[in-house]
């Protein structure tokens, strides 16, 4: 079955420090792959996507590249803010019939100023 | 305006009761998701709904019954509840199949004593 493997945090920065979250994945076909972020007290909320491989996904500063080679999809920032604080989940979905999301175990991201 | 909403956002009750937890979205979707979020942030799908049809039924205990009146609500009915289903419930809508963003509720924190 498919299955999506990430850093286990918590991961704590200083602000203004780069980021990087891993994520690998196993899957059969072509899966499309997603970052989701959930911030406190809240439900996860999509961050970024990418549907096929070398695509690169971004928002907010936040970048990841569909790399089908090394069955990745490393999330990074340049420079991390206070408010970037929140758990960062790596998922993907099937390529096809309905879409069942297999979703990382998340990692905590704490950034202190 | 909420996009996809649940209630309650809280719910405390003893082992042994019955709950109803509430999602609706307006978005318009035609997919709707029950996942079960633990203490350590672990994410896992429970059901899914496709215009009333239920399409993913993960292995959940059978006190757990989602009901899909029309494809904007999804409830979800849980009897005998036990201590180990104290989690955050979130309800999730979606367009259809494809690589297509998940759009999450708020979530229900049920505490069981």
């Known amino acids: 079955g498919n299955s999506v493997t990430q850093m286990e945090g918590p991961v704590t920065l200083s602000e203004e420090a780069f980021l990087t979250i891993n994520c690998t994945y196993t899957?059969?076909?072509?899966?499309?792959l997603f970052w989701y972020v959930q911030y406190p007290g809240e439900g996860l909320q999509l961050l970024l996507k990418?549907?096929?491989?070398?695509d690169k996904g971004s928002n907010k500063g936040f970048e990841a590249t569909y790399r089908k080679e090394t069955t990745s999809f490393h999330l990074e920032k340049g420079s991390v803010q206070v408010s970037d604080s929140a758990v960062y989940f790596c998922?993907?979905?099937?390529?096809?019939?309905?879409?069942?999301?297999?979703f990382g175990t998340g990692t905590k991201l704490q950034v202190i100023p | 305006d909420t996009a996809v909403s649940q209630t309650p956002k809280y719910l405390v009750t003893q082992m042994g009761n019955d709950k109803s937890i509430k999602c609706e979205q307006n978005l318009g979707h035609d997919t709707m998701y029950w996942y079960k979020q633990d203490s350590k942030k672990f994410l896992k799908i429970m059901f899914s709904y496709n215009n009333k049809e239920l399409i993913i039924n993960e292995t959940v205990p059978n006190r757990f019954s989602p009901k899909s009146p029309d494809k904007a609500h999804l409830n979800l009915h849980i009897n005998s509840l036990e201590l180990g289903d104290s989690a955050v419930y979130f309800c999730?809508?979606?367009?259809?199949?494809?690589?297509?963003?998940?759009?999450f509720g708020p979530g229900t924190r049920l505490t069981v004593t």
């Open positions: 998922a993907l979905s099937d390529s096809g019939g309905y879409q069942k999301v297999t």
């Open positions: 990418a549907t096929k491989a070398d």
């Open positions: 999730a809508s979606t367009q259809g199949t494809g690589a297509y963003e998940q759009y």
């Open positions: 899957a059969t076909g072509y899966p499309s």
